[in-house]
């Protein structure tokens, strides 16, 4: 049977891990016969290599910067999500609801009676309610004062919002047991994959030179790399080190200006090189080149770009919190290691130290990914839930 699916998401910015992972399974059901649309307001043409023949894009160009302020502009992804309602396909078979779009769910299931079934998919309770509502707003300037009791007032929203949608799901089992200690219902995971076609495109080998650390981020306060930058820091201070490695932070976003400005603080900005943003087709030369992966998000749900570096053999470096603890397995594939400098540095010394070590880590790595990810099985899995829900 075929399956029309609206995928909703207000904004897809610099691709990043959210963007792969609703173009990956709206590709995968693509694949599978079914017919997938992806309503948004902005669509960054960054997203568009990822966006598969099959999958229908709609979307409003609706503007949703009205402040210097990123972290201010993420407020329109949610005031501005009802716009998209109008764009969604009145005989779609299934909706699914991402991140902010979770605003339109009450719409969705009033005053019809026939009721489209909601697909709630939350990579993890929205840190700004949860987590990181301190840390956001310290970076809001005067605004804080005004959002910071409207924050407190959109956790009651928020969690009835779920509670309306017809089932959950997430990436991994530790978004799962956030999602159940918050919400009190359980979410089903669902299998995310790479680009394996992609990522065997570029040959895997090390160049010679310098050795590479490399980081994939968002740069975000939430991605740590903070601790990153003072993980090189302590690294540089190993003598054989000093001049034969370079740390590659690649991604973008609002806290880019303040950890460069840490770099120099910390006499590192010669050895730590901010690639900006990559596009996806040329990501796969900086894991080539890598002799590491170093991973220092906070509680991240996932990360697919852990999962990319590890399907390129590089041995991964993560702090043992998430559901990186998932997807790395402690002296086999990597290391998993508390979240400090000292510590971070520690592994990646055990690493650089031993070829051998690095290149056993990374075969392992790469069998693990094989084994247990791809976008066909995440496919499976909705398709499942659907079956689920309509039972």
């Not at 990822?50 to 894009?57: D, I, K, M, S, T």
Request: glycine share 6%; hydrophobic share 40%; aromatic share 8%.
């Amino acid at each position: 049977m075929t399956l029309r699916f609206d995928l909703v998401f207000p904004r897809f910015k610099l691709l990043s891990g959210a963007e792969r992972a609703i173009l990956g399974l709206a590709g995968a059901l693509a694949e599978a016969g079914h017919h997938p649309r992806i309503i948004c307001h902005q669509f960054d043409d960054s997203c568009r290599e990822l966006l598969a023949p099959g999958v229908e894009l709609v979307r409003s160009n609706t503007n949703l910067d009205w402040s210097k302020n990123r972290y201010l502009n993420a407020v329109s992804d949610y005031l501005l999500s009802f716009r998209l309602v109008r764009l969604l396909d009145p005989t779609a078979d299934v909706r699914v609801v991402f991140g902010p779009a979770l605003l339109i769910t009450r719409c969705l299931i009033r005053n019809t009676r026939v009721r489209t079934p909601v697909i709630y998919y939350c990579w993890e309770p929205p840190r700004v309610l949860y987590q990181d509502r301190l840390l956001v707003l310290k970076r809001l300037g005067v605004y804080r004062h005004l959002l910071s009791p409207l924050l407190v007032i959109y956790r009651y929203v928020d969690r009835y919002l779920v509670s309306l949608a017809d089932a959950t799901c997430t990436s991994s089992a530790f978004a799962a047991s956030q999602m159940q200690a918050v919400y009190k219902d359980e979410a089903t995971v669902v299998t995310l994959g790479i680009d394996r076609n992609r990522l065997d495109a570029v040959e895997q080998k090390r160049l010679s030179g310098k050795k590479i650390i490399l980081t994939v981020n968002y740069l975000h306060p939430r991605k740590r790399v903070d601790l990153i930058i003072r993980t090189a820091s302590v690294l540089k201070k190993i003598d054989e080190y000093r001049d034969t490695y370079e740390w590659v932070v690649v991604g973008d976003g609002p806290e880019r200006s303040r950890l460069e400005t840490l770099a120099r603080d910390l006499d590192v900005a010669d050895c730590v090189t901010f690639s900006g943003f990559v596009a996806d087709q040329e990501l796969p030369k900086y894991y080539a080149q890598a002799s590491c992966y170093v991973h220092a998000a906070v509680e991240e749900s996932l990360g697919l770009s852990v999962i990319e570096a590890a399907y390129c053999g590089c041995p991964v470096i993560a702090v043992n919190e998430g559901g990186v603890k998932e997807t790395v397995k402690d002296g086999i594939s990597g290391f998993l290691v508390p979240a400090t400098a000292q510590d971070l540095a520690n592994a990646v010394d055990s690493v650089l130290r031993s070829a051998d070590c690095g290149r056993e880590m990374g075969l392992s790595g790469r069998q693990l990914v094989i084994a247990n990810h791809s976008w066909t099985q995440g496919a499976k899995d909705i398709l499942k839930l659907v079956e689920k829900i309509g039972t």
